[in-house]
């Protein structure tokens, strides 16, 4: 049985289909019906219930669930899935909430909600002009807006700050950027955000980085250098927070996220938990962390269903990783960043590299950057030239099968030198000769 409590929706297409370019049809285009969905069971629609689950009852394995009609449910179960997501997060900014009850009934697990601070609060009491991006909802209200207003500023560059930032812009709304790092979107390093910046400021929109909203009021928000931004509306993209509310409420460990092990199994006998309100282990740092990726979510989901099945089956080693395009210049990033792993405290060095998507004499050519962070020490964890992180950026090509390859290589925990079993395919009309794998080990000092 499939307990859903929103519609469900190809997430990651919503800022596309504000933006209207790709999706011409708008945001209603990535809102999925599971009656024609091929994947899904035939008998999904019958075993559906619309509503939320309030609370289980981990002793008789039953659960309560409040049915879009405010009736009550009791389910009883073998076993339960936990795969309540994340809400968007917003820092406790003054003027973001209006000034009224925020406060979320105990059973409060419908309707949509943010987190401000450490507080959720259902989203409809967000300040007139706050916006955020997570539900079909929120980019119906950000395609209604994109119709009605003249500008924008985005909080945070992350990839869904950008990808918000790129469809305003498509609509034709002056977009302001602001981010409190040195440099655009965390999961690149400042040399490479560097190149995306300029892509970005050349096609109109304005970047502030370094810099954090400290309050807003009626279409003014203010920054802590004291500057005063007025926009037609803000849309924070600082980030999720993972729904761990049910799971806390019936007793399964929480720290950053839902706490499982590699069958996804909580705490709780025959209660397991997947997706981005989980926590689970980067194999690169060996800390635990949240993935807040889609397709790994969908492989977690696997994961528990096998192990509930009776076939035993392990979480792979994992890390993060994230692909996407700003004004056609393509980026992707993939384990740690040169200045995480210095965070972390890991000795760490790079190769970057100028990269070119076909030979020189073929004007179509593309010009871009690798990125490779690796290992300059070895500890219990890590080997001694062990490739850590990937960046690259490219200039009107998907970088994606090559973001894959490095993610392969990263999760197993391969050293620069073991590239040499890594070859390089040439055909003058995808690529250019280069074996870039054979620079890097060049570059390295492979002997
Ligand atoms: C704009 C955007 C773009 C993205 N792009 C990409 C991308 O390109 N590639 C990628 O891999 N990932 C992408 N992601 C991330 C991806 O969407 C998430 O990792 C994925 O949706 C996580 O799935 P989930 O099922 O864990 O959680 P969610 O999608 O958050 O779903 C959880 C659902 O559970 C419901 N729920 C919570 N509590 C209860 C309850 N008590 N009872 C009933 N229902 C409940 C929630 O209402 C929600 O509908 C993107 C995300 C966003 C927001």
Redesign the pocket.
Known sequence: ML????E??V?????YGVGRRLIPGGPEDAVVDISKFPRLPRDIVQNTII????SINTEEKVAT?KTQASEYMHVSYDNVI???????WIPPIEGVLMSCDHRIDNEG??G?VVCVGNQFVPKASLAKGIYV???AND?RALDKFAQEAQSAIIIGSG??GL??AEALADRGLTVTIVEALPHLTPALDKDMAKLLEKRIEERGIKVITEKQATSYHNGSLTLNDGTTLEASGVVFATG?RP?T??AAKIGIKVEKGIVVNKYMQTNIPNIYA?????QIENTVSRKTYL????????R??LIAALNIAGKPTEHPPATSW???TIFDLHWGSVGLTEELAASLGMKATAIVMPVRTREPAMPEGKSGQWKIIFSTELTDSIKKGQILGFQIILDGESPLSTVERFLDMIVRHETIPELIGHFHIHSPSHNPPDDLYMGIMFRYGIN
């Open positions: 307990v859903m409590n929103l469900p929706t997430v990651c297409s919503l800022p509503g939320s689950v309030i669930i936990l795969a309540t997501g994340a809400v968007p697990f419908s949509e991006m997570r539900t980019a990839a869904i990808e918000v999720v729904d509310r049910l997947i997706g981005d309100a989980t993935p807040l990726i889609g397709t790994l979510a969908m977690q989901a994230g692909v996407s």
